[in-house]
């Protein structure tokens, strides 16, 4: 029904967590007017009446990462919208319309190693995607995380860092940052650095990247030279979206309807689009 998934519903904030100057990390209460059973790499537009609307990446999925119910969000203060919603407070209400984006069954990830790959703000976008995996532990055979940020100040999520470093199954979580003061004793390096110090057979893995589309490019040229197949790299893109269901065009890519067929793609999926990588 067209109709309904245009019409945002009111969600309570339960938790409005300051991250960093220009980031906060919100726990908000699930849309209930349909079942909300999103899948990582799926996103939900989020508006306050009269002022607008935008896509914001879900960065914890009900009943994994975030309790029953709920469902979190990174927001990044950009312009008159997220200005305003990052000054929301836990009590207040902001709209909600979603879940949106292709669904992406896990099935055949299972038995294969996972490197999951963050620069910057994609943290919020891969977390669900940590999570499932760990969740699942299982299911899978090395897990290496790999999270690149500009300054150590800008690194995000850094209790889940800690503790998903703090495991002792194969987990592995490599951090880098391009610059820091002498204070700072981790890496130093863009976030290609990391790569070579990746545990996991690389042939046997499946890679999920989520950041600015600056840092495409270098990782996918250097996943692919390490071995590994261009249809186990997944990866988000972003384009700007309204209706997110497919009807106003604004996210196409050359016939592709980022906001319907993505915004999680495969490599092999995008890799004749020149606006893509
Ligand atoms: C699928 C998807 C998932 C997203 N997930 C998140 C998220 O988890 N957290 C988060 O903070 N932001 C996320 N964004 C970006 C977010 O939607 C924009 O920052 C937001 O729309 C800005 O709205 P605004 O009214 O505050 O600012 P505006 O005034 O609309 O824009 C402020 C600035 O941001 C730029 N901008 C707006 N939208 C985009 C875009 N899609 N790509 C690049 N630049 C843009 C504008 O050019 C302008 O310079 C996501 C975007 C998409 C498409
Ligand atoms: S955002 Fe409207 S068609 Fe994709």
């Not at 979190?72 to 909600?96: C, F, H, Q, S, W």
């Amino acid at each position: 029904m067209v109709q309904n998934r245009m019409i945002p519903e009111p969600c309570r904030i339960y938790e409005a967590m300051q991250q960093t100057p220009r980031e906060v990390h919100f726990v908000v209460e699930a849309p209930k007017r349909e079942p909300f059973r999103p899948e990582p790499g799926q996103f939900v537009m989020i508006s306050i009446p009269g002022i607008g609307e935008a896509p914001i990446s879900l960065a914890a999925l009900p009943g994994e990462g975030a309790a029953e119910g709920t469902f979190e969000m990174l927001i990044r203060r950009a312009g008159r919208l997220t200005n305003l919603i990052t000054r929301l407070k836990p009590g207040d209400t902001m709209y909600v319309r979603g879940p949106f984006g292709r669904r992406v069954t896990w099935e055949k990830f299972e038995g294969s190693n996972l490197i999951l790959i963050a620069g910057g703000l994609g943290l919020a976008p891969l977390r669900p995607f940590v999570q499932r995996s760990l969740l699942h532990r299982e299911l899978f055979r090395r897990i290496d995380i790999l999270v690149g940020a500009r300054a150590p100040e800008e690194i995000l999520f850094k209790e889940d860092l800690a503790s998903w470093s703090a495991r002792r199954d194969d987990v592995r979580v490599l951090v880098s940052v391009d610059a820091a003061r002498s204070t700072w004793s981790g890496r130093i390096g863009v976030i290609t650095t990391l790569f070579d110090e990746i545990d996991a057979d690389v042939e046997d893995a499946y890679a999920f990247i989520c950041g600015p589309p600056v840092m495409y490019r270098h990782c996918l040229r250097k996943l692919l030279g390490m071995g590994l197949y261009e249809n186990h790299l997944w990866m988000t893109l972003e384009r700007r979206m309204k209706c997110g269901i497919g009807l106003c065009g604004n996210c196409q890519m050359n016939g592709l309807y980022v906001c319907q067929e993505g915004p999680l793609f495969s490599y092999r999926e995008v890799r004749h689009l020149k606006e893509a990588v």
